[in-house]
């Protein structure tokens, strides 16, 4: 009883800290044009504040992993929860580019850090009975602070100041950390239950170096994948299907509401299913068709359509890849190699829309997401080729 009741707090927690993470790392997108208007940033400027949050996540994720050995959960959390209100007490006080630029880097190094932080205790305190579910309402929780950030801030802004949306997260970060400053951080050993997919059991670390590579391949497949689409789906709706901004908006906002009803339910099937590989597979496909949809047909309906699919997709996707690496990764190395995982898979967010806006200078606008199609097919044969090995470990007799 007295553990059910430790889950439900900490599972609480986790979910409103990574809806915090989502929403700040979100909420500044509809507040450039005003940084740039208020600041006279220019275009250029505008950019490298927008990319040194993808190079923060790319710096911190593999750093978070390891200070959560060192430290703990619980201290690591405060950390981050520290890191994040000064981050957004400074942001409406800032004035020159480099502040920004500095802070805008912190940005994306808490981001990260709590997404490291969220997802290895999620997995650390669940079981294979629950883990995709518990990893379901992290993800809703994601798709939620997607929404709201953007929301929040613009709707905000449009009536108050520039510093309100600030502020309005820092509450949200302080009542964070009042909440993991009196949480409990049990450590509970794997179960049997867990070896419907077996852990690896390595003598050192360095004998995780061959999963973690594979694993961050996928991870870099699908990020960059979600990369290119944030980065040119507007031109493409503005320019080849001739959408208005609010047209577009709402494309964005199906994705998140699709993703936030549908990954709690995704993860349960995960839990009882026992094949997150398969799911992940499963989400993959949905992202394809969703791509397919939109390229294919210009119809509003059709490409409303399609987003939603693709919310579904991604849900699947995030919450069977997490609980996998719960469920396969040893406890002593998880929030490490969770971390690796996370930071190596930013490097496709930071790389892989340039290269697809060179493609796109060079053939066209639907290039881009052609070489998304290949980018996600690729990954899903990574994923297939280790569901197949994964199974026949499983069934290769005891000697």
Same mark, same amino acid.
């Given at each position: ?13 986790? *979910?409103?800290? +990574? ?21 006279? *940033?220019?275009?250029?400027?505008? +950019?490298?504040?927008? +990319?040194? $949050? ?114 309005? /997260? ?58 290119? $689409?944030?980065?040119?789906?507007? /031109? ?21 509401? +699709? ?6 339910? *995704?993860?349960? *099937? ?70 690796? /995982? ?58």
């Amino acid at each position: 009883m007295v553990r059910h009741l430790y889950l439900n707090r900490n599972i609480a927690c986790m *979910i409103v800290i +990574s809806l915090i993470a989502n929403m700040s790392g979100s909420m500044i997108l509809p507040l450039f044009a005003i940084y740039v208007e208020q600041f006279g *940033i220019s275009t250029l400027g505008m +950019s490298i504040l927008f +990319s040194l $949050f993808y190079v923060g996540r790319f710096l911190g994720g593999g750093m978070a992993g390891r200070i959560y050995e060192k430290i703990g959960a619980k201290r690591l959390g405060l950390s981050l929860l520290i890191a994040e209100i000064a981050c957004m007490l400074l942001f409406p006080i800032a004035t020159s580019f480099i502040i920004l630029s500095i802070l805008r880097l912190l940005q994306g190094l808490v981001a990260i850090g709590l997404t490291v932080f969220v997802r290895v205790t999620i997995n650390h305190m669940s079981t294979a009975e629950n883990r995709g579910t518990l990893n379901g309402y992290i993800s809703s929780s994601e798709g939620a602070g997607m929404i709201l950030g953007p929301l929040m801030s613009g709707a905000i802004v449009s009536y108050f100041s520039l510093s309100i949306p600030f502020y309005f /997260v820092a509450i949200f970060s302080c009542i964070s950390f009042v909440a993991v400053s009196r949480m409990t951080f049990l450590s509970s050993p794997l179960k049997p239950q867990e070896q419907h997919s077996p852990p690896l059991k390595p003598k050192g670390k360095t004998m995780l170096t061959k999963p973690l590579l594979v694993y961050s391949t996928v991870h870099f497949l699908e990020m960059s994948a979600f990369a290119i $689409f944030l980065t040119y789906f507007s /031109v493409y709706a503005t320019y080849k299907l001739h959408w208005s901004p609010a047209e577009i908006s709402l494309a964005f906002t199906i994705i998140g509401i +699709s993703t936030f009803i549908s990954a709690p339910f *995704i993860g349960k *099937i995960s839990d009882l299913l026992k094949d997150r590989l398969m799911l992940c597979i499963i989400g993959l496909l949905l992202i394809m068709v969703e791509i397919i949809l939109f390229l294919w047909f210009t119809e509003p309906w059709i490409v409303y359509l399609a987003m939603f699919i693709g919310g579904i997709g991604g849900a699947s996707y995030l919450d069977s890849f997490y609980s996998q690496l719960g469920d396969v990764i040893p406890e002593e190395n998880r929030s490490s190699f969770i971390g690796n /995982v996370v930071s190596l898979s930013e490097l496709g967010a930071i790389v892989s829309p340039i290269i697809a806006g060179a493609l796109m200078e060079r053939f066209s606008i639907n290039t881009p997401f052609y070489y998304n199609l290949i980018l996600v097919l690729i990954a899903i044969v990574i994923q297939y080729v280790i569901r197949f090995k994964s199974k026949s470990i499983r069934k290769r007799p005891i000697a």
